[in-house]
């Protein structure tokens, strides 16, 4: 997937011990099985901070952000974390930030 993170980087994500990645597929036609939309998250003793969240330009606008916000929620509580933190520019980035209110304020793994 094109964007700010490059292979590398999701390859220290994906090989450090604090860290999940997790990720959503679709496809599976002529073009085959591809990578819809990847997040991570790295968790440190109790706070947990989502690293990265990507969805593939011809797959948004299908609910897979959302899915990919509530998995990483999912890990938060599985991980024993307390806390989310997540960085975003809400002068930029409309769409992140009303997922990410939307994601957070529901009732998902006891999160408030």
Same mark, same amino acid.
């Given at each position: 997937?094109?964007?700010?993170? +490059?292979?590398?980087?999701?390859?220290?994500?994906? &090989?450090?011990?604090? $860290?999940?990645?997790?990720?959503?597929?679709?496809?599976?036609? %002529?073009?085959? /099985?591809?990578?819809?939309? @990847?997040?991570?998250?790295?968790?440190?003793?109790?706070?947990?901070? @989502? +690293?990265?969240?990507?969805?593939?330009? %011809?797959?948004?606008?299908?609910?897979?952000?959302?899915?990919?916000?509530?998995?990483?929620?999912?890990? @938060?509580? %599985?991980?024993?974390? +307390?806390?989310?933190?997540? %960085?975003?520019?809400?002068?930029? $980035?409309?769409?992140? @930030?009303?997922?990410?209110? &939307?994601? /957070?304020?529901?009732?998902?793994?006891?999160?408030?």
């Amino acid at each position: 997937m094109q964007g700010l993170w +490059t292979r590398d980087m999701y390859l220290v994500d994906i &090989k450090s011990a604090n $860290n999940d990645v997790i990720g959503l597929f679709g496809g599976g036609g %002529e073009r085959g /099985l591809r990578l819809a939309g @990847v997040a991570s998250l790295g968790v440190v003793l109790d706070d947990a901070s @989502v +690293t990265s969240i990507c969805v593939s330009p %011809e797959a948004r606008g299908q609910g897979l952000g959302e899915a990919l916000m509530v998995g990483l929620m999912r890990v @938060v509580a %599985e991980r024993g974390a +307390t806390s989310v933190c997540l %960085e975003v520019r809400a002068d930029s $980035n409309a769409p992140a @930030v009303a997922l990410y209110r &939307k994601v /957070l304020s529901a009732p998902l793994c006891g999160a408030r």
